[in-house]
């Protein structure tokens, strides 16, 4: 499903038609549906002053990754 898979079996094999298996399809689907649960609940983090955290606040940017 990656670009450069794709642009390979373009170039080695022109006439090729390229499929992609539902397991990975959906497992790509189930990777970002888990990210956003992780954001769930955190939009007032987002909004509050970015300049000024407090700790919790700070804490709580660092568990998401975002510090």
Partial sequence: MSPAF???V???LPKAAI????FHGVK?????VERVRML?????IWLHN???PSARQRARHEGL???
């Fill in 65 to 67: 990754g975002t510090a």
């Fill in 28 to 32: 790509i689907i189930n990777d970002t």
């Fill in 6 to 8: 794709t642009k390979g």
């Fill in 40 to 44: 769930h609940h955190t939009r007032y």
């Fill in 50 to 52: 970015a300049a000024n």
């Fill in 10 to 12: 373009g170039d080695g």
């Fill in 19 to 22: 499929t992609f298996d539902r």
